[in-house]
């Protein structure tokens, strides 16, 4: 069966960086993009961006360039979602999700990560 | 990329029906059939419900419909039931190759 593990909770200090991984299993993993999703505490979903796990070129969305980085290990179906320059505003939970293997959308989701920044 | 526009709040008696709308513009959701829905429960994951505006995945219930018109989309629940009772977000492809969630609905089953 599909799953997607997300790394544990992390606390962070401004200033800091701070790297999320996504391990994919139970299914080919550079045959789906992975999308990132940013949902901060009592908010909406925000759609990061996407990164192309077959040949690894990373969309991102506005807002979320510069300090965003979109990363792979297909040796280990590996998916990374890395910060740097950590903000008290970048605390939220950080998603990733599968993009859906029959049309448009996302069908399998990590667990979640929480990224607390705080001084 | 501004976020889709959803009402913040719906609910309904358990039985009922209830639409969400999901509000966008002719460079996202007018302009493609690629229109997604999400019920998330607190403290959970969000869940694909619906995918390319009216196609449901295996196993989630012939309650849930999705449909489009124009630069709206929208969400049907008949038969509203307790476990419905959860945040719902929309989604779509934007013409920058991009997505964008809605601002979410909660709904309230009375």
């Known amino acids: 069966q599909v799953q997607l593990v997300q790394s544990g909770s992390e606390l962070k200090k401004p200033g800091a960086s701070v790297k999320v991984s996504c391990k994919a299993s139970?299914?080919?993993?550079?045959?789906?993009?992975m999308n990132w999703v940013r949902q901060a505490p009592g908010q909406g979903l925000e759609w990061m961006g996407r990164?192309?796990?077959?040949?690894?070129?990373?969309t991102y969305a506005q807002g979320f360039t510069g300090r965003f980085v979109f990363s792979l290990d297909t040796s280990v179906s590996t998916a990374y979602l890395q910060i740097s320059s950590l903000k008290a505003e970048d605390t939220a939970m950080y998603y990733c999700a599968r993009d859906n293997t029959y049309g448009y959308g996302v069908d399998y989701w990590g667990q979640g990560t929480l990224v607390t920044v705080s001084s | 990329q501004s976020a889709l526009t959803q009402p913040a709040s719906v609910s309904g008696s358990p039985g009922q029906s209830i639409t969400i709308s999901c509000t966008g513009t002719s460079s996202d959701v007018g302009g493609y059939n690629y229109v997604s829905w999400y019920q998330q429960h607190p403290g959970k994951a969000p869940k694909l419900m619906i995918y390319?505006?009216?196609n449901r995945p295996s196993g989630v219930p012939d309650r849930f419909s999705g449909s489009k018109s124009g630069n709206t989309a929208s969400l049907t629940i008949s038969g509203l039931q307790a476990e419905d009772e959860a945040d719902y977000y929309c989604?779509?492809?934007?013409?920058?190759?991009?997505?964008?969630f809605g601002t979410g609905t909660k709904v309230t089953v009375l």
């Open positions: 390319d505006v009216s």
């Open positions: 990164i192309n796990t077959n040949i690894g070129n990373p």
């Open positions: 139970g299914y080919t993993f550079t045959r789906y993009a």
């Open positions: 989604s779509s492809y934007t013409s920058s190759s991009t997505r964008v």
